[in-house]
Structures are given as C-alpha cells and as structure tokens.
C-alpha cells in the first residue's frame, strides 16, 4: 500500500475510534505531547496502560472470586482502572467504571461480576483498535510517511 493511501486509512481510522467512542479528547492531548524527541510516547503510555489494566482487571477477578467480597477493595481497583484510562482518553472503558463503583456502594457482587465482563469487553475491544492504530502507524513510517495529525 502506497504512503498516501496508508496515511489516507490512519485517517479514517482515528476518526472512527472517536466517532464511536473508544477514544475521546485525551487520546489528542497525549498524541500532542509526542514529538521528535519523544517518538514512541503514546506507544509507551498506551503500552503502560495495558500493563496496568490486565492487573488490575485480574485483581478484580479475584476479589470477585472470594466467598467474602470486601467491596471496598473492588471499588479501589475499579477507581484506579477508571483513572488510568481516564488518562490515555479510553472513554468506554472509563464509562463502565461508573456503574460499576455504583454497584459497589450497593455490595452487589452479581451486578460487580457483570459490569467486570463489561469492563473486559470494552478493554479488549480498545486495545485491539489501539494495537491497530499503532501497526498502521508502523507501516506509515516503514513506508517513509510521516503520521498525520489528527483533530
């Protein structure tokens, strides 16, 4: 594929990711503090992100698990969850988190062990799109492009 059609695709690709709500304004800052000096940022933040989450989603898992659930715990994990993709801008996810701390106030273990399938769902889903992003910007530069701008 030719570097205009390439960059043509990452286009409409980030477009779409906003449009149906994977990303929101954050996503934008970050890829704004990227610059020559710093070329793989978003990839590290985003990468870090990943990290983070698979524990966290794990922790909940667990806590879920337990004869005992000490809600207080579940709401810790599902707040840092929140915050993390509050800040790469994963908006689907950071929107399940809110139900999610509700019913954790409730103690609902049912209701917590949904909106933890929920939550698994929207993060596979934002890390595939991500992971796709990041291959096309790959291809991009492998093809001598330079990644275009986004608003």
Same mark, same amino acid.
């Given at each position: /594929? ?10 409409? #690709? /980030? ?10 304004? $954050? ?34 898992? /667990?806590?879920?698990? @337990? ?13 840092? *969850? ?9 908006? +689907? ?13 409730? @103690? ?5 062990? +949904? ?7 929207? #993060? *596979? *889903?934002?890390?595939?799109?991500? $992971? ?5 910007? @790959? ?13």
């Amino acid at each position: /594929m030719e570097v205009g059609q390439l960059q043509r695709s990452f286009v409409e #690709y /980030m477009a779409s990711l906003f449009r149906e709500g994977f990303l929101d304004a $954050q996503f934008s800052q970050l890829q704004q503090l990227q610059d020559d000096s710093n070329p793989d940022f978003v990839v590290e933040v985003v990468s870090l992100f990943f990290e983070d989450s698979e524990r966290l989603l794990n922790d909940l898992t /667990m806590a879920l698990d @337990q004869p005992n659930v000490e809600f207080k715990q579940v709401d810790a994990h599902v707040h840092q *969850l929140k915050g993390s993709s509050s800040s790469v801008g994963a908006q +689907r996810v950071k929107n399940c988190c809110v139900p999610f701390r509700i019913c954790c106030e409730e @103690q609902n273990t049912e209701a917590c062990l +949904r909106c933890l399938q929920q939550i698994k769902q929207e #993060y *596979l *889903l934002v890390k595939n799109k991500l $992971q796709t992003l990041f291959e096309l910007e @790959q291809q991009i530069v492998a093809s001598g492009g330079a990644i275009p701008m986004v608003q």
